[in-house]
């Protein structure tokens, strides 16, 4: 998937449940990113980062958390904190200097049933 | 922070025909501003960009007109065919690693573009 990939592709997640959301890259990037997109709406920044162990807060970071052991790894937990968690959540990176262009992942769907 | 408004939401025009899509965006200090396109279900994909040295961009059909001094910019598709149905994104942000860390896209809210045959 470009370099990019989430998983999965889409995602259940029960009243009160926590769930990560997984985005792994290859493309040696610096900087990963966490998008949630709702249905008529542009993509809003939950959480980014651009190093190894360390990440900022984005306009919507409230019932989400992140972690960024592996400079390839990204992934976003979904806490029962999160009122309203469906929606489609894209991941993307950026390389550091080099390049302004995102590379998104596919994105995760997730559902609340 | 950055604030980036875009019109119309939907558009429609007849194949062979233009569209244009507007954005206007609030920090002058914004110098890079992408355009993706969305089709359902599927990740955005960047297909063209311009940094704020530039007034004008061109790729075959598509391209991207700056105004620094209105803060606005825009999509010009020419030509249009059904495959250029899908949601356009614009977005805007400081280009490159700045003081304050890495980039951040601001997107705009999306246009949904229907081509009818």
């Known amino acids: 998937d470009g370099g990019i990939t989430q998983s999965p592709k889409y995602l259940f997640r029960k009243e009160g449940q926590n769930v990560t959301l997984s985005c792994e890259q290859n493309l040696n990037h610096d900087a990963m990113y966490w998008y949630r997109q709702d249905p008529g709406q542009g993509l809003r920044l939950i959480y980014y980062?651009?190093?190894?162990?360390?990440?900022q807060k984005g306009d919507i970071a409230e019932g989400y958390s992140v972690s960024r052991e592996k400079k390839e790894s990204f992934p976003l937990t979904v806490t029962s904190a999160q009122k309203n968690p469906t929606a489609f959540y894209l991941c993307?990176?950026?390389?550091?200097?080099?390049?302004?262009?995102?590379?998104f992942g596919s994105g995760t769907r997730l559902t609340v049933v | 922070g950055e604030n980036v408004e875009q019109h119309p939401s939907t558009l429609s025009v007849q194949e062979g025909d233009s569209a244009v899509i507007k954005c206007t965006y609030s920090?002058?200090?914004?110098?890079?501003f992408p355009w993706y396109k969305q089709e359902l279900g599927k990740r955005p994909q960047l297909i063209i960009d311009i940094r704020s040295n530039v007034g004008e961009k061109k790729d075959q059909r598509i391209a991207v007109t700056l105004n620094k001094t209105a803060k606005h910019f825009s999509l010009h598709i020419t030509e249009t065919q059904p495959e250029d149905s899908a949601v356009y994104f614009c977005?805007?942000?400081?280009?490159?690693?700045?003081?304050?860390?890495?980039?951040?896209?601001?997107f705009g809210q999306g246009t949904r573009l229907t081509i009818n045959p």
């Open positions: 980062s651009q190093i190894v162990n360390d990440f």
């Open positions: 920090d002058s200090a914004s110098n890079y």
């Open positions: 977005a805007a942000s400081m280009g490159g690693w700045s003081g304050q860390g890495a980039q951040k896209l601001v």
């Open positions: 993307a990176s950026l390389a550091a200097r080099t390049s302004y262009g995102y590379t």
